[in-house]
């Protein structure tokens, strides 16, 4: 008996769900009727053949004339046969070494939760769908039939949109994309934006920058999103956005273009730990004192971040935790379908350092 689907989902759910019935070997060599599809599926009849007409285009059904049942290819039945969907793939734009530690922690703890749930968990490294999408290479990865379900990391909108018309399980590991309606396990880094501006702006500081990459990912968005209503409420407080682009050399370029501004920023919120300690470098070497002179958070922490001296004021975010709800939630995913996910958001706490003091507190350089 296959699970009902949610009226919401429909087509979709209803072809993701016969996908995952053909894979794990519930038929051998035809389908079941559209009449029992129709009473198991609590479908019409309509949503079926729509359904059916997906995985004919897919490769998994042979349509065998006007009205007879569709017939499962040979192909797909060994591999149901040999490969059970017991398979998470985990998708990122950059190869496992190369992710920051966060992420590292974040992925070991999803793969141990998965794999106490009899799952394993498979990194797929693929650059070239983030910056040149292609549906057609993303269908031929995205459809093998060991496959469970898909995480996505850092996905593009062009991503998310795809796995949102495909049906196939999928929960995202940061934030979606204004629009996209997908399972997700996220850092709230709105709030936490929101939260700096309201301390910075407790403090007496009239200016404030918050310097982010210029290649904005969901998350990123997010974080400008709330940086900038919680500015919004500040209307005597001036709160820039400061774009670069991800290299020290684009930072330090960005820095010197505010340094020129008047009045010069005396508040910076850094997106990443890596760009804070550029943003710590060039200040220091511009003759700005921090904390005399300006004060600095970083959005997210780091363990590097915890030997710079001074102290760094930061966001403390727990990767273990994020990453065993990803892992619930893609199994959750597989076993129940989407329909009653929600979104999971956790908010990262902020510790104070010495990098961060009143705008009163600070001194004209000497």
């Known amino acids: 008996m296959i699970e009902p689907v949610k009226r919401e989902f429909l087509r979709d759910a209803a072809a993701r769900q016969l996908r995952e019935a053909i894979a794990e070997g519930l038929w051998k060599e035809h389908l079941p009727s559209e ?14 053949r729509s359904a059916l007409a997906q995985l004919a285009r897919e490769k998994w059904l042979r349509r065998r004339g006007r009205g007879l049942t569709p017939a499962i290819r040979p192909s797909v ?21 190369m992710n920051d530690h966060s992420t590292q922690v974040e992925e070991n703890a999803l793969r141990e939760h998965v794999g106490r749930e009899g799952f394993r968990l498979q990194f797929e490294c693929h650059p070239d769908l983030y910056t040149r999408f292609s549906a057609k290479r993303l269908k031929a990865l995205a459809f093998q039939p060991d496959t469970a379900a898909w ?22 590991t940061g934030s979606c994309h204004e629009g996209v309606d997908l399972p997700n396990v996220e850092f709230d880094y709105s709030a936490a934006c929101f939260h700096a501006v309201h301390l910075l702006a407790g403090q007496g500081h009239s200016h404030v920058v918050y310097v982010t990459p210029a290649r904005l990912n969901a998350s990123e968005q997010s974080a400008v999103r709330g940086y900038l ?18 290299t020290r050399e684009g930072i330090c370029q960005a ?5 020129r501004r008047s009045p010069t920023p005396t508040g910076y919120l850094v997106s990443l730990a890596e ?15 921090v904390p005399a002179d300006a004060s600095v958070i970083c959005r997210i922490d780091s363990p590097f971040l915890d030997f710079h001296v001074p102290s760094v004021a930061q966001y403390r975010i727990d990767c273990v935790k994020s990453g065993h709800a990803v ?4 199994v959750d995913v597989i ?32």
């Not at 209503?229 to 991800?246: G, I, L, N, W, Y």
Request: proline share 6%; with cysteine.
């Open 35 to 48: 009449v029992v599809l129709c009473r198991e599926l609590h479908v019409s009849r309509r949503t079926i």
């Open 77 to 97: 039945r060994r591999r149901s046969q040999t490969r059970p969907a017991t398979v998470i793939r985990y998708l990122s734009p950059r190869r496992a070494e």
């Open 151 to 172: 995480v996505l990391l850092n996905a593009t909108r062009q991503i998310q949109e795809w796995f949102v018309s495909s049906g196939l399980p999928c929960v995202v």
């Open 229 to 246: 209503e919680a500015a919004s409420r500040f209307p005597k407080m001036r709160a820039t956005v400061t774009c670069h682009d991800d």
């Open 255 to 259: 820095l010197r273009s505010l340094l």
């Open 275 to 289: 760009h804070t300690l550029t943003t710590l470098g060039f200040l220091q070497s511009q003759g700005v004192r």
């Open 327 to 330: 892992g619930a939630l893609a």
């Open 335 to 366: 076993r129940h379908g989407a329909g009653r996910s929600r979104p999971v958001k956790i908010v990262p706490e902020f510790v104070p350092g010495q990098t961060f003091v009143s705008a009163s507190k600070q001194t004209p350089a000497s």
